[in-house]
């Protein structure tokens, strides 16, 4: 079985500090995890993916994630939010034992306030 | 949102009619997959298809059918079976279903019933 757990329905942070967004998850073997992102109205965009090697992923738009294996989480982050990555995020993940589609948290609002 | 349409963008229905979604892709994908977006639910899985002729459902099937005769085309069926079928569709693809492969997004169906 697999399972996403975004913790919090929507961040906060004013333009130009630092944003994380959290993820945990929790799976059979190993996982491989996602961050998505969506704007009003639209399908998710793909932002990064951790597969496996440095715990540190870049990713799109200037967004990277860690991956912790001891606390099962995935958070994203962002050095310095702009108001433009006001949107939904998305984590998601599948895991390396079976042929399966990808498991969603249940999203959160990012609002970057200028 | 890639190689993905799905079509249309809004879609009416009265109670008791069977509706039906459609999705393309032109990514050469073997992989097609379906899910169903509620506000602060996330994305749930209905129904996804790993090759042609072939297809498997997800965590919320119940109301839905689909088809894949191309590998191109994955359309999905809403029935009147659906109790509450007001929702955002989204349409998405992969490479395959094993690996870390990312998944592409369609912009969704916005489906209401009147």
């Known amino acids: 079985a697999q399972s996403v757990a975004q913790p919090e329905d929507q961040v906060n942070v004013a333009e130009g500090n630092p944003l994380t967004v959290k993820c945990t998850y929790s799976v059979s073997g190993n996982p491989y995890l996602f961050w998505y992102v969506q704007y009003p109205n639209r399908g998710l965009q793909f932002l990064l993916k951790?597969?496996?090697?440095?715990?540190l992923v870049k990713g799109s738009y200037g967004f990277e994630a860690e991956f912790n294996k001891s606390q099962t989480s995935f958070h994203l982050k962002k050095p310095s939010a702009l108001v433009s990555d006001s949107a939904l995020y998305f984590c998601?993940?599948?895991?390396?034992?079976?042929?399966?589609?990808?498991?969603f948290g249940s999203g959160t609002r990012l609002q970057v306030q200028p | 949102d890639g190689g993905i349409t799905q079509s249309p963008k809004y879609l009416f229905r009265k109670e008791g009619q069977n509706v039906t979604l459609s999705c393309e892709q032109n990514?050469?994908?073997?992989?097609m997959y379906w899910y169903r977006q509620d506000p602060g639910q996330g994305l749930r899985l209905i129904y996804y298809?790993?090759?042609?002729?072939?297809?498997q459902k997800g965590d919320i099937a119940e109301g839905y059918s689909v088809s894949r005769e191309k590998k191109e085309s994955f359309p999905l069926t809403v029935t009147s079976a659906q109790k509450n079928p007001t929702a955002f569709y989204l349409c998405?693809?992969?490479?395959?279903?094993?690996?870390?492969?990312?998944?592409?997004f369609g912009p969704g169906t916005r489906l209401t019933v009147l």
């Open positions: 951790y597969i496996t090697g440095d715990n």
């Open positions: 998601a993940v599948r895991d390396d034992t079976g042929r399966r589609a990808l498991t």
């Open positions: 990514l050469n994908h073997d992989a």
């Open positions: 998405a693809s992969s490479m395959g279903l094993a690996g870390a492969q990312e998944q592409f």
């Open positions: 298809s790993q090759i042609v002729n072939d297809f």
